[in-house]
């Protein structure tokens, strides 16, 4: 795939949530769903993402099951999609969306503070 406009991506991003177990959608709370193009430099940092890799996307806050009495007043945790990674890694329109839906799947599932095998087994039984 080429190229996809922001607001095509954005548009995507809203189907492959409208598509996951919308018991987790609904409960997400305090997490704003943002999209970039490219991890910025401090990002790739954090994650130690050098140039022969790709990061897809990124949960940046503090996971459901680490929030204590105190968690209050905080800003809200964040969910980024990197547009150009997943673009490199979809050869259609098809795969372009169900990588963007796999990439935000995991991301929610660190807001849930949810294992890799937890993820697949919840994602496949919507």
């Given at each position: 795939m080429n190229t996809v406009s922001?607001?095509?991506?954005?548009?995507?991003?809203t189907c492959a949530m409208d598509e996951l177990p919308q018991d987790y959608i609904r409960r997400l709370d305090n997490v704003a769903i943002v999209q970039a193009d490219e991890p910025t430099h401090e990002q790739k940092i954090k994650m130690e993402i050098d140039d022969n890799h790709?990061?897809?996307?990124l949960y940046e806050?503090?996971?459901?099951?680490?929030r204590g009495a105190g968690y209050?007043?905080?800003l809200p945790d964040k969910i980024t999609l990197f547009k150009n990674?997943?673009?490199?890694?979809?050869?259609?329109?098809?795969?372009?969306?169900?990588?963007?839906?796999?990439?935000?799947?995991?991301e929610i599932a660190h807001f849930y503070g949810l294992?890799?095998?937890?993820?697949?087994?919840?994602?496949?039984?919507?």
């Open positions: 922001d607001e095509q991506f954005d548009a995507l991003i790709l990061l897809l996307g806050g503090i996971p459901l099951t680490a209050t007043f905080v990674p997943l673009l490199a890694i979809s050869h259609s329109e098809k795969e372009f969306f169900e990588n963007t839906k796999r990439t935000l799947w995991h294992s890799h095998a937890d993820m697949d087994a919840r994602q496949h039984k919507k």
